[in-house]
């Protein structure tokens, strides 16, 4: 994920638009999801430039992997 460390606030990055680097993200919706037999949830965000962007998460063999849709 695309988190940065602002100027404000040193001790807790913040999530920034993968499209715009915009920092001012919102979450969307979260959504159930499988992933090779795999549970695992989608992150839909959208910034406040208009770009919608989804993560997700999933386990595979004790690791939590993350990667970005769109």
Do not use: A
Request: net charge negative; proline share 4%.
């Amino acid at each position: 994920m695309n988190f940065k460390v602002t100027d404000y606030d040193n001790e807790n990055p913040t999530l920034h638009c993968p499209k715009c680097d915009c920092e001012y993200t919102h979450l969307q919706k979260v959504n159930e999801e499988t992933f090779e037999d795999r549970p695992g949830v989608t992150l839909t965000f959208k910034c406040e430039e208009g770009h919608e962007f989804t993560y997700s998460l999933m386990n595979h063999k004790g690791y939590t992997q993350s990667f970005l849709i769109s």
